[in-house]
């Protein structure tokens, strides 16, 4: 610790903070109470270190820092906005329209399908109730729902621009920090229920040529 003896404070941290800290210390010399700064400190081994510092100046004018080294806490935190980057893209580059809805049936937050899809940015589908967008859904069905249940519908989303398209829709409920929510995850079945029309046409017009055929 000896070492640090006589070394300006400020020269410690890395240079891009240091205009900030010499701030933050001027202004905590000026006046009392306590102030808080952080910034990267350099450390023995080259490199630096994240620290927070709680600063607080005595009646005679002393400043005093206590430090607590902040590195493994950023590092965490680096870590879970990337994991959460990485899941926002994943849901983003789907092709299924995803609305998280919570517990008064408005949506909380959605991909960029939906947003598409539905001809609204996330921020305008952000509050919006759900019965706007799938008016088809039974609300009281998703209240039903406790955290892992889950059921699947047929319905219809319906788009700013006034078009239906017929969906599934995967449903399972879940809980967020003691929040109640629900995953809706909705897949275009158009071309789907398009195929089974044409199937379902030309089994009842060979049934119809085979009565024909008996008849005759």
Not at 82 to 97: F, G, I, Q, S
Not at 101 to 113: G, K, M, R, S
């Amino acid at each position: 610790p000896t070492d640090v003896f006589g070394t300006d404070f400020v020269k410690l941290f890395h240079r891009v903070d240091q205009d900030r800290v010499r701030q933050t210390l001027t202004q905590s010399q000026r006046g009392r109470g306590a102030r808080v700064l952080e910034g990267r400190m350099s450390h023995a081994d080259g490199g630096y270190r994240w620290m927070t510092w709680s600063l607080r100046r005595s009646p005679e004018g002393t400043l005093y820092a206590m430090g607590r080294d902040e590195s493994i806490r950023r590092e965490i935190e680096a870590a879970v906005r990337k994991r959460e980057r990485k899941n926002r893209a994943m849901l983003d580059h789907t092709a299924d329209v995803l609305l998280v809805v919570d517990a008064a049936h408005a949506i909380d937050d959605a991909n960029a399908t939906a947003a598409a899809v539905l001809g609204l940015s996330r921020d305008a589908l952000k509050g919006r109730p759900l019965a706007e967008v799938a008016p088809g859904i039974d609300l009281d069905a998703l209240s039903s729902l406790t955290d892992g249940d889950g059921l699947t519908v047929e319905t219809a989303l319906q788009s700013v621009q006034g078009e239906s398209i017929e969906v599934e829709v995967r449903i399972q409920a879940f809980s967020f920090e003691g929040e109640s929510y629900v995953a809706a995850i909705a897949r275009d079945i158009r071309q789907r229920n398009r195929q089974e029309a044409e199937l379902r046409s030309l089994n009842d017009l060979l049934q119809t040529l085979n009565v024909a055929l008996q008849e005759a």
